[in-house]
């Protein structure tokens, strides 16, 4: 297996590919919506359904996606992902109402939902562990650059093109992506299980309602007692997951998994230190428009210094984690990203332009870092056999830690507006707010172990002196 590994250097840059393609469609569709709203001749508020038709399917759809992959393989079912994504962003293109539109972005949703999981699922079992670090390292930053680059990019499109081009720019990508995975990727299978139906049912619904809660809360479509109520059936389907899992002798996910120290500690921190960072796509383009007066491209322009910082991390992720270790790195990244999201309730519009820069500069780099510690701590102790729940598990995780962010900074921004003071003050406090939950999420990496890891950094000492 390492030798198939090592001559399939074209497999990291497929995952790459398909994490960029899907973090940037979670977030440059809403740039374009008030054009797209014209166009269709609706409301813009009427357009919310076209981004939690895509929200929804992908969280449905992504507990399967192992079960698919081990089941009809791994080459096989990306493909039919990247192609139902393609076909979904070109119907979206075409589309002449939001009917239709809704409908095609299910279709994107489906190929979205099993993109990302199965070749990541594929890298797992294509790398032995002394490869991995680097490699997730490596996928990681698309996932870092997408959400920054999506609302700059929207902008652009719709400002100097037409909205339809936030979809059709995915088509040559996915075509790419097609033709490589043809050649790089291999086709693992697993010995065939029957899909747990009842699971997938409880398990993808429970997920459902909890992303439209989150996503009701955060877009004020209803009422809070409405979005909560969605959100509590959302969360009771979870515990009926839950004890269905116990008894059933192979369910979806199984929860053995949460026996694995690694595993949990990774999930748990993935959900938790996602609040804090998952706040800045969306409440910081909001800060410098509303608070401090600038233009949408310009604010979109000025996240650029984040992706720029991931992407410049790159190269120091290893080689921090190899000398500090997985316990030191997570907990020391996550008190300074937590600390660096408060500092922002000290920024005016008075202040220079790179004293605004330079922090999200900096935060670029510690989520880079952060990400790619918690992704590898997660998989790292996984074996074949569970691989692919594993897997789909952080999948999930992260779909939801998302939207989570999101929601929850929405949630404090509108909960300061009932207080008197001015529009900055209020995202002053939103921001004070989150950086304390960045700050508290460290303390979940303290049940991490010093010697946690440890097998992974070793390993890669010994494969770069070799």
């Not at 939001?98 to 990302?116: E, H, K, N, T, Y």
């Not at 500690?265 to 007066?293: D, E, H, K, Y």
């Not at 303390?443 to 494969?463: M, Q, R, V, W």
């Amino acid at each position: 297996m390492i030798n198939s590994a090592r001559s399939m250097a074209g497999l990291p840059w497929i995952a790459a590919m398909a994490f960029f393609m899907q973090s940037l469609d979670a977030t440059i569709l809403n740039t374009a919506l008030p054009a797209i709203a014209a166009s269709l001749h609706r409301s813009p508020l009427a357009m919310q359904s076209a981004v939690i038709s895509y929200t929804l399917t992908v969280a449905m759809l992504i507990p399967v996606s192992g079960w698919l992959a081990d089941r009809f393989g791994t080459r096989k079912v990306f493909i039919f992902a990247v192609s139902l994504f393609s076909l979904g962003s070109l119907a979206c293109a075409l589309s002449g109402s939001l009917m239709v539109l809704v409908i095609s972005r299910v279709v994107q949703g489906i190929g979205g939902a099993m993109m990302m999981p199965v070749a990541r699922l594929a890298l797992l079992r294509a790398y032995p562990r002394n490869e991995l670090l680097p490699v997730l390292n490596f996928v990681t930053m698309p996932g870092l650059v997408g959400p920054v680059l999506g609302p700059l990019l929207g902008g652009m499109l719709v400002t100097w093109a037409t909205w339809h081009w936030i979809f059709l720019i995915n088509i040559p990508i996915g075509i790419i992506g097609i033709i490589c995975a043809r050649k790089y990727m291999p086709d693992f299978t697993l010995p065939a299980r029957r899909l747990d139906l009842v699971g997938f049912l409880l398990f993808g619904l429970g997920l459902v309602g909890i992303s439209s809660g989150v996503e009701l809360l955060g877009e004020k479509l209803v009422s809070a007692t409405v979005a909560l109520g969605v959100l509590a059936t959302g969360c009771v389907l979870l515990l009926l997951y839950i004890r269905h899992a116990r008894r059933h002798p192979a369910p979806l996910l199984p929860l053995s998994l949460f026996k694995i120290r690694t595993f949990s500690v990774g999930i748990s921190g993935n959900v938790a230190s996602r609040l804090g960072t998952g706040c800045i796509p969306f409440l910081m383009p909001l800060m410098l428009q509303v608070g401090f007066g600038y233009s949408a491209l310009i604010a979109g322009c000025m996240m650029a210094p984040t992706a720029l910082g991931s992407i410049l991390a790159k190269s120091t992720v290893t080689r921090t984690l190899s000398q500090y270790g997985y316990r030191r790195t997570l907990i020391a990244v996550t008190l300074f990203i937590g600390l660096m999201v408060a500092s922002f309730a000290l920024q005016s519009a008075s202040w220079n332009i790179f004293a605004l820069l330079i922090p999200l500069f900096i935060l670029g780099i510690a989520m880079s870092t952060q990400f790619t510690a918690m992704n590898t701590i997660t998989l790292g102790d996984l074996t074949d056999n569970n691989a692919s729940s594993g897997n789909s598990m952080l999948a999930v995780t992260q779909q939801l830690a998302i939207g989570f962010g999101v929601a929850v900074s929405a949630a404090m921004l509108r909960f300061y507006e009932n207080f008197s003071g001015s529009t900055l003050s209020n995202f002053h406090a939103t921001f004070l707010t989150m950086g304390g939950v960045g700050v508290l999420s460290a303390l979940i990496f303290l049940y991490l172990k010093p010697e946690d890891g440890l097998n992974l950094i070793k390993s890669n000492k010994k494969t770069r002196r070799d």
